[in-house]
């Protein structure tokens, strides 16, 4: 399971960047696992991607399928300590998955996704009670995976 470094509890620069980082980590983990709920904790209820990657590796675990692979490699992070109006702090990232392969319950190959490609993402977080919560992360708009 992925540790939260202590650097990704600092309200900082360097903090927002490893909080970043981590939940990326936590999403690796869960398409690894099936185990979605250390990056749910890290996020908050109403992120819609989060609950949506939560339900997707769900149904992939779910009545004997299961996932190989899935790691997510963080190839680049830039964070913006200067909150946006709303209050919300923006972290851009360069990210692309492992491969990913999907596995029926009778052990046949459901489908094969490759390695991606980089993806541009934004992470939009917040800082509350001193630590950071995922509010939403989504592609940047025209940057498409494989």
């Not at 890290?42 to 004997?64: F, L, R, W, Y």
Request: glycine share 8%; net charge negative.
């Amino acid at each position: 399971m992925p540790v939260l470094p202590a650097k990704a509890k600092e309200f900082s620069k360097a903090g927002l960047e490893a909080f970043a980082t981590y939940w990326y980590s936590t999403l690796g983990y869960a398409f690894e696992t099936g185990d979605s709920a250390p990056m749910m904790a890290i996020s908050d209820p109403a992120c819609q991607t989060c609950a949506a990657m939560k339900k997707a590796v769900q149904n992939e675990h779910a009545g004997g399928k299961w996932i190989v692979g899935g790691r997510m490699v963080v190839q680049s992070v830039t964070g913006n300590i200067a909150p946006a109006p709303d209050g919300s702090y923006q972290t851009i990232t360069m990210v692309r998955q492992e491969n990913v392969k999907y596995y029926n319950a009778d052990t046949s190959l459901s489908e094969d996704m490759g390695v991606t490609t980089s993806i541009a993402d934004i992470v939009v977080t917040h800082y509350v009670n001193g630590h950071w919560i995922a509010k939403t992360v989504e592609h940047l708009q025209g940057s498409k995976g494989n």
